[in-house]
Nanobody, 116 residues
Framework: QVQLVESGGGLVQAGGSLRLSCAASGRISSLNRMAWYRQAAGKQREFVAV???????DYADSVKGRFTISRGNAKNLVYLQMNSLKSEDTAVYYC??????????WGQGTQVTVSS
């Protein structure tokens, strides 16, 4: 089993920045991908960014050029640096992880609120 814990959410003004962190514990050797998703009130959960073993990344079009996903020095840490935040970025952000192509494990989420 793998446990994921997100942190770093909060309230920020439009144009500001936040960095989210995701710490994985348990069988982290089984993880080949770690990703971020978000869910705004009344909307479906959507993909934000992913990083896979080897360092390749991918982003949703809506965050390209503004968000950066990266790994920490420890394999169990993943970050989401969010710059130039917009009100439409307001959502609960979830960390997900799993083997190739799958998000088997999910964190509890962290709220990000961007005020305009």
């Amino acid at each position: 089993q793998v446990q994921l814990v997100e942190s770093g959410g909060g309230l920020v003004q439009a144009g500001g920045s936040l960095r989210l962190s995701c710490a994985a514990s348990g069988r982290i050797s089984s993880l080949n991908r770690m990703a971020w998703y978000r869910q705004a009130a009344g909307k479906q959960r959507e993909f934000v960014a992913v990083i896979i073993t080897g360092g390749s990344t991918d982003y949703a079009d809506s965050v390209k050029g503004r968000f950066t996903i990266s790994r920490g020095n420890a394999k169990n840490l993943v970050y989401l640096q969010m710059n130039s935040l917009k009100s439409e970025d307001t959502a609960v952000y979830y960390c997900a992880a799993g083997p190739w192509g799958r998000d088997d494990y999910w964190g509890q989420g962290t709220q990000v609120t961007v005020s305009s």
